[in-house]
């Protein structure tokens, strides 16, 4: 471009350089053609027209060649010459002209007008130097530039990167510093959200974990009272009137309605524990018929509450894993019901339904108790979102001032096998 553009310039002033000097030298020789020019006086005239500039004017000869009459300055070599390459990349063919000149003797002087442009091209050098020194000051001050931004960039990528190592070996306290640039910020900010909810997620399996450690605990004991206080002492009273039957005047028929109600009196125990540990009938009976004996003890025990139950018949062809969850899900709601609720009514509704094209099994747990905040879940309510999400699921608590608590749960809906 530097190049093209010193072609154009150089070739424009020397084209207006030598078309001013033509002009010049018609004015000053415009006489008569009868006229005679005496020798001082072109003299003069020429030595005006040679200080304009890019012109190179020569006397010649009879012979043919040429004569030099300028002046040691004129004559002088530049010291700025400019590299031959680049003259030649500038160079085009100049023009050119001769002009006749009649002296007072009879004679003619030939005057050969040619155009210079060494010192144009030096000028168009001394500008393409600037603007070449020009660009590379400005490359260099744009390749810091970058160089800062990229290693500035590299520090806050390297910074990111240990965080996520961080993450990933499970250090979860140093937080990542906020960076200048939005958009590492933004990131940086995203990692340290993913931090916290991580550090939340095993806190809250941890506590989950220690809950459910003194959840079995507390069973292992309550199973051992019961052993002992139940069936220790009805062994024992059963054991003493099977010694006392064996007296001579002993009244059987008395011992022996004794010991048929000591006798269900434990089954009613057993039956009691066994439904604490594991409902028999879900595999024997299904799960709708669990979930009525489970909604009939609740409603022996607490008259006050009336609880209303919808199930869909499909529910009994649930795989075993599913249904045992959904019966957790259901124990557990009903549960918080009684112990926290204060409601007079509760609805639990087990459903089959195909949502976005997928075969789901549906829970809802609703009552009219005094509800309360939704924050700061309970273990309860976090046992049965790790029980819902182990399998893929979704599971939405809420619960509202004076509206009650409504438990809503999907899970897949896995059939069972038939073993036949």
Known sequence: MAIWQARQSVQTEINSSFNLAL?????????????????????????????????????????????????????????????????????????????????LDGSTKALLIRADPIDEIAEAWSESLAFFWSIVLMMMVIFIAINIVFHSMLRTVHAILDGLRRVESGEYGKKLPRFKISEFDAIAAEVNNLSQALETSRQNNQALARHTMHIQENERQTMSRELHDEMGQSLTAVKAM??????????????????????????????????????????????????????????????????????????????????????????????????????????????????????QVAIRVEDNGIGGSAEGEGFGVLGMRERVESMGGQFIFESTDELGVRVRAWMPFIERVDEQ
């Open 242 to 359: 099977a010694v006392a039957i064996k007296q001579p005047k002993a009244k059987i028929n008395q011992i022996s309605d004794s010991i048929i109600g000591i006798c269900n009196h434990l089954s009613v125990v057993v039956r009691s524990m066994m439904r604490t540990l594991h409902p028999l009938s879900l595999a024997d009976l299904g799960l709708a018929a669990t979930l009525t004996d489970l909604v009939s003890e609740w409603q022996r025990r607490h008259p006050v509450l009336k609880i209303e139950l919808n199930y869909d018949e499909a529910v009994d062809w649930l795989d075993e894993e599913v249904a045992i969850h959904v019966y957790r899900i259901v124990q557990e709601s009903l549960t918080n019901v009684v112990r926290h609720s204060q409601a007079t009514q509760a609805m639990v509704i087990v459903q089959r339904h195909f949502i976005k094209d997928q075969n």
């Open 23 to 103: 002009e010049i030298l018609d004015l000053s020789f415009s006489y008569p053609a009868n006229r005679m020019v005496s020798e001082q006086h072109w003299m003069r005239q020429l030595s005006t027209i040679q200080k304009t500039r890019h012109i190179h004017i020569t006397l010649v000869n009879e012979d043919g060649t040429e004569s030099e009459w300028l002046s040691d300055e004129k004559m002088a070599v530049q010291e700025d010459t400019p590299p031959f390459w680049f003259k030649k990349a500038v160079t085009t063919d100049y023009p050119s002209a001769t002009y006749d000149i009649r002296l």
